[in-house]
C-alpha cells in the first residue's frame, strides 16, 4: 500500500500521537485547515486504518509496576503448531506487553512488566518455563530507561 499523505495529514498525525484528547478544532487550528475537513481527514485516516484506536497512557511506575524485562525465548520446535500454540497461549497474559518474532538466534522476544522482581520470578517459574513449548529463555532486566515513547517518526518515514 502506497501512503499519500499530505503535509496536514501528517501534521495530524503528530498530534494527534502527543495527545488524543485534543479537539478537532484544536487540531484543525494547528494544521491550518477548518473543522469539517480536518475531521474528514481524521476520519478517513481510521477507516484506512491509519488510526487502529485512541488509548489513554498509563505511567507503569506511578502504578507499581516498576520491573521490565526482555526476554528472548526459543521454542523446542519452530514447527508451524509449534509457533501457533505458543502465540496463542502468550498473548493471554497481562504481564507480556510486546511480543516478536526474531531473526537470529531467537525466536522471540517478549517485553515484559510486573510489580517487582518476585512477581517476575513467579510468571517465569509458573507459566513461562511450565509451558511445554519454550526450550531456553534468557531475562534481560532493565535498569534505567532512557526514552519510551509511542510516536512514530513520520518526519522521516513518509
Request: net charge neutral.
Amino acid at each position: 500500500m502506497t501512503l499519500k499523505l499530505s503535509k496536514q495529514d501528517i501534521g495530524i498525525l503528530k498530534l494527534l500521537q502527543q495527545d488524543a484528547t485534543r479537539s478537532t478544532a484544536g487540531i484543525a487550528e494547528r494544521v491550518n485547515l477548518s473543522q469539517s475537513p480536518c475531521w474528514r481527514r481524521i476520519n478517513r485516516m481510521e477507516e484506512e486504518g491509519l488510526i487502529r484506536g485512541r488509548v489513554a497512557l498509563l505511567d507503569r511506575s506511578a502504578l507499581g509496576m516498576d520491573v521490565v524485562v526482555f526476554a528472548t525465548i526459543n521454542l523446542t520446535s519452530t514447527g508451524r503448531q509449534n509457533l501457533m500454540t505458543f502465540e496463542r497461549d502468550i498473548v493471554q497474559h497481562p504481564e507480556v506487553i510486546e511480543c516478536y518474532t526474531m531473526t537470529g538466534i531467537w525466536d522471540y522476544m517478549l517485553k515484559i512488566v510486573t510489580r517487582d522482581v518476585r512477581h517476575y520470578e513467579s510468571f517465569v517459574r509458573n507459566t513461562l518455563t511450565a509451558s511445554p513449548s519454550i526450550r531456553e529463555l534468557h531475562s534481560h532486566l532493565a535498569v534505567t530507561e532512557i526514552k519510551n515513547t509511542t510516536e512514530l517518526p513520520l518526519d522521516t518515514q513518509l
